[in-house]
Every structure is written in C-alpha cells, then in structure tokens.
C-alpha cells in the first residue's frame, strides 16, 4: 500500500511531534514536517505533497500567505490544503470538525488524530 505524503507546516514543535507520531503510527502516512512557511514551501515544492495541513497563525509569514504562494508555484498549485487554527473555536465549525472558508478547509486545534485522518481520506478520496 502507498503511503500518502503528508506535509504540516506548523511553528508549534510539541504540536509537529505529536501529529506527526500520531499519524505515521496508522501505517498510512508519511509525514513531513516544516517549522516556518519558508520551510514548508520549499519541502512542499521539493516533495510535492498529497496534502499540506497548514497553521494560520506563524510568524515572519501567516498561513494565508504560505497558501497564497503555494497556489502560484506549478508543482503545488494543486496540492489540497487545509488550514488547522486555534483561531476559531469547534463551536464554529460544523459538527463533523471542517469548515470551509474561502474556499478552504478549517480544523480547530487541538484535534484528535481520528479527525486528521478523516479529513486526509475526505479530501483525497
């Protein structure tokens, strides 16, 4: 079976460790970790990801302009990304724990690694 690449751009070093073990331990996928969106780029770029889950709030560059960038760049503009906040509350967000917004996908944190795998094999199919 082929393991899906997946790529967490995220500031949070607790938050990249216990997603990442998380993840990698269903036996499903690959991840691979960026600590900035400069980072998260150029592995999104090297890589090319299946998906990118992206953090909002970072400094020196927000989420939105990590996804903004990466919709110009041709070996990215395609790849699926969903945004994970604290920003917004689960309250917010609709029952199943996604919402879209700009045409976006949202996940408040923190988030159950059943809810992560849920939205990957949603967005994937």
């Given at each position: 079976m082929d393991r899906k690449k997946i790529l967490i751009i995220d500031d949070e070093?607790?938050?990249?460790?216990f997603v990442k073990g998380n993840l990698e331990n269903t036996?499903?996928?690959h991840v691979l970790?960026?600590?900035?969106g400069k980072e998260g780029i150029e592995i999104a770029t090297e890589e090319k990801p299946?998906?990118?889950?992206l953090d909002i709030s970072m400094?020196?560059?927000?989420?939105?302009?990590?996804?903004?960038r990466l919709s110009k760049i041709p070996e990215t503009k395609k790849t699926p990304v969903i945004f994970l906040t604290a920003l917004v509350t689960k309250h917010e967000i609709e029952a199943g724990g996604i919402s879209n917004i700009?045409?976006?996908?949202?996940?408040?944190?923190?988030?159950?690694?059943?809810q992560l795998?849920?939205?990957?094999?949603?967005?994937?199919?």
């Amino acid at each position: 079976m082929d393991r899906k690449k997946i790529l967490i751009i995220d500031d949070e070093e607790d938050f990249l460790f216990f997603v990442k073990g998380n993840l990698e331990n269903t036996g499903e996928f690959h991840v691979l970790e960026a600590a900035s969106g400069k980072e998260g780029i150029e592995i999104a770029t090297e890589e090319k990801p299946d998906l990118i889950f992206l953090d909002i709030s970072m400094p020196e560059m927000s989420g939105e302009e990590v996804a903004k960038r990466l919709s110009k760049i041709p070996e990215t503009k395609k790849t699926p990304v969903i945004f994970l906040t604290a920003l917004v509350t689960k309250h917010e967000i609709e029952a199943g724990g996604i919402s879209n917004i700009a045409g976006h996908k949202f996940i408040a944190k923190p988030i159950a690694t059943k809810q992560l795998v849920a939205a990957i094999n949603n967005t994937l199919g």
